[in-house]
């Protein structure tokens, strides 16, 4: 099958979040199952060009229909770790992607809605077909509009869409200019309720709810965050669009790279192990404590890693610090906020926790420690108020380190709960889940955990090496995207 994705991001050459880290992975197993992929992206001037082998210009007179004119773009190809990608570069007053960074514009919505415009444009001019266009997030809402009301009339009928929303936050909304400039033009026919109007603004069309109504297939990245967005508050205002076209949606689990996140080959690491020489873990909790200067004794180490901010339920992370050491525990954080009261906040906490010989707060990230901590860390605390996916919990079942997880998004679909959890035999349980966003749900489920610890080891270690026996590799997820993509294949 010849497939095409569509994204703002690719790790680790484009890498702002998750999304990268998917639309790579996910890239790199349809290969290894036969497939043709190639990717097209923005070539920002502020990627990493150095993860870009054999750059060179592919196509040099691209003319992207815009405002009733045209836009003259430079399409670069290069493969990144192996992948084909093809980057568009638009030379235009506009310096669309020409900013030093990725997003954050105040024109944002045009940006991308040029991207949208030019990939397309990239297909039918180099005479790409397709089987399947796979687009992802609001960035590329627009491409299944544009495909299906323009280019289908232009030599582009058979080509179908999967279309897959990672963050229900950021939703792309733009007006009448967007219509203009993209050539779709007809603002009285797009800003219907099932088109492209936002169900909240009626001055303002939704990039990702265009996305929603026209691609053939909608997918997210876990099924219980499939439910909460139809259901909760979770899909920002998109739930009855989704709820409409609830015959084509559906959640599919992210995977990891085990290439990457693997304690038998991992370079970052002082002692590779496995679940046969479980007992070398040890000797990564050793380095961890040398490194960060914690005392050495005999108590577990609890970690978090990941943003400081609301969505990862910052108040709980918090709470998690002090309550760790009320315990008997020690506790390890690797993290960066992302406003600047709570940078503020937690830059007063590790002053104040500086002589504590039990407790790190290491703010800002470093990737080479991320993965020391992982693999010397007991238990890892992921307290998100939403969580679509969740890549921390799955690395830390991996890695041998015991998630303690809030019930929402992602996190159901892969911890499942020692001593509650009705739906499995204790032997496949691998964690510790607690369901309300509260003080006593997060410290009721730590203390369970610590517990075991102490009282007994074996059984903390065996339910250790039972959530290394999961695979959320990117195996079972490569397989079902490709059943979606045969699904839609013969859609007419």
């Known amino acids: 099958m010849y497939i095409v994705q569509i994204a703002s991001e690719c790790a680790p050459v484009i890498k702002a979040g998750g999304l990268g880290d998917v639309v790579y992975g996910l890239s790199r197993e349809l290969e290894i199952r036969g497939n043709c992929v190639e990717l097209i992206l923005p070539k920002y001037d502020c990627m990493r060009y150095d993860h870009i082998w054999g750059l060179h210009e592919a196509y040099l007179n691209l003319w992207v229909p815009w405002y009733g004119a045209a836009i003259h773009c430079s399409v670069y190809c290069g493969w990144v770790h192996g992948r084909v990608c093809f ?27 040029f991207f949208s415009k030019a990939a397309l444009e990239f297909l039918h001019q180099s005479n790409k077909r397709p089987d399947i266009i796979h687009c992802h997030d609001w960035q590329t809402g627009l491409v299944p509009v544009m495909l299906y009301e323009i280019y289908k009339y232009h030599g582009m009928s058979t080509q179908r869409v999967c279309y897959t929303i990672h963050n229900f936050k950021h939703q792309g909304i733009g007006g009448v200019k967007t219509l203009w400039a993209t050539g779709l033009n007809r603002a009285e026919y797009y800003f219907q309720e099932d088109k492209l109007k936002d169900n909240f603004n009626p001055f303002a069309i939704n990039y990702m709810k265009g996305g929603i109504v026209y691609s053939n297939a909608v997918t997210t990245v876990s099924p219980n965050h499939a439910a909460e967005a139809q259901y909760t508050d979770v899909g920002c205002g998109l739930g009855h669009t989704l709820y409409l076209h609830r015959d084509k949606f559906k959640g599919v689990l992210n995977g990891i790279d085990y290439d990457f996140w693997n304690p038998e080959i991992d370079r970052y690491i002082p002692h590779n192990y496995s679940q046969e020489d479980f007992e070398q873990k040890q000797y990564n909790k050793k380095a961890l404590r040398d490194r960060l200067s914690l005392q050495a004794t005999d108590k577990p180490i609890i970690a978090y890693i990941g943003r400081l901010d609301a969505q990862k339920g910052v108040h709980l992370v918090h709470h998690a610090i002090y309550h760790a050491l009320n315990k008997g525990a020690q506790f390890v954080l690797l993290g960066s906020a992302t406003e600047p009261g709570i940078n503020a906040h937690f830059q007063h906490e590790k002053g104040f926790l500086h002589t504590n010989p039990d407790v790190h707060l290491e703010l800002g990230f470093n990737e080479e420690l991320s993965h020391l901590i992982y693999a010397g860390a007991d238990m890892i605390v992921v307290p998100s108020n939403y969580e679509p996916c969740g ?15 809030r019930g929402v998004g992602g996190l159901v679909n892969t911890v499942f709960d020692r001593d509650y959890d009705q739906n499995l035999p204790p032997e496949e349980r691998n964690g510790y889940v607690f369901y309300q966003s509260d003080k006593p749900a997060l410290e009721s489920a730590m203390d369970r955990a610590i517990d075991l610890w102490y009282k007994s080891p074996e059984e903390f270690q065996q339910l250790a090496l039972q959530g290394m026996n999961y695979d959320y590799s990117w195996n079972h997820p490569g397989a079902e995207y490709l059943e979606i993509y045969d699904w839609i294949k013969y859609q007419w």
Do not use: W
């Open 87 to 113: 980057f568009i570069e638009p030379h235009s007053e506009d310096n669309f992607f020409n900013r030093g960074c990725y997003y954050g514009c105040d024109d944002d919505d045009m940006r991308f809605a």
């Open 391 to 405: 890549l921390t919990q799955m690395i830390g079942l991996k890695y041998g380190t015991v998630p303690i997880v």
